[in-house]
């Protein structure tokens, strides 16, 4: 069935620091959804991808859609101790959603 | 406030009692969705319902069951909980299907112990 990898499962970074979390999809997604959730919250969504090799900004997040539409990148640059969490991608197929496993970020003050 | 709201936010019970986790949304979205969330599994759909009446199994449907008789609400019925339904859960909806997929907004979750 459908899978969606996610890695790496942890990260720690000093402050200060780049971080990326990449996705992989066994199968083509027809988009890309991204996710945050603070330790103890809920999911919070962030942005979504849906065209070929679309890149897209909020800040210092950078958020990739690969050109087979079946891999996905987040990179944060410079990190800060408010961007700690958990990111989730979310890739919908059909209508089912598949999301990751997740990368738990911890950034060291 | 635009928002999901879920009850109980948290409940231990013990195998084979029947029970219901509530789900409502007050932003008139019609898709609406359960995830269980376990450590190192991510979320995984339970099922889903694109709108009142219609509603579809998710990856891990087994041992639940769901209604849509409105379109605000959204329950989760565990019929016969055992204790590998222990878990974090957490009821989503959106504004329409996943075809023109829109953001997804989260409930508080609701944490489930079966002993």
């Known amino acids: 069935g459908q899978q969606v990898m996610q890695i790496p499962q942890y990260q720690h970074v000093q402050e200060g620091e780049d971080f990326t979390t990449y996705c992989n999809s066994s199968?083509?997604?027809?988009?890309i959804q991204w996710y945050k959730q603070r330790p103890g919250g809920h999911p919070v969504f962030l942005i979504q991808l849906v065209k070929s090799g679309e890149v897209k900004k909020q800040k210092r997040l950078t958020f990739q859609f690969g050109e087979a539409k079946k891999n996905s990148s987040l990179h944060i640059t410079a990190t800060q101790t408010t961007d700690v969490g958990t990111y989730f991608c979310?890739?919908?197929?059909?209508?089912?959603?598949?999301f990751g496993t997740g990368t738990s970020l911890t950034v060291i003050p | 406030e635009a928002q999901v709201t879920q009850n109980p936010r948290y409940l231990i019970t013990v195998t084979g009692k029947k029970l219901t986790v509530t789900c409502s949304q007050n932003?008139?979205?019609?898709?609406m969705s359960w995830y269980r969330q376990d450590p190192g599994l991510g979320l995984r759909q339970i099922y889903y319902s694109m709108n009142v009446e219609v509603t579809d199994k998710g990856d891990v449907p087994e041992g639940y069951k769901v209604s849509r008789k409105e379109k605000r609400n959204f329950p989760l019925i565990l019929e016969s909980p055992s204790p590998n339904q222990t878990s974090l859960y957490f009821c989503?909806?959106?504004?329409?299907?996943?075809?023109?997929?829109?953001?997804?907004?989260f409930g508080p979750g609701t944490r489930l112990t079966v002993l």
């Open positions: 989503a909806s959106s504004l329409r299907g996943l075809a023109n997929s829109n953001e997804q907004f």
């Open positions: 199968t083509t997604l027809s988009n």
């Open positions: 932003m008139n979205h019609e898709y």
């Open positions: 979310a890739g919908s197929a059909g209508n089912q959603f598949y």
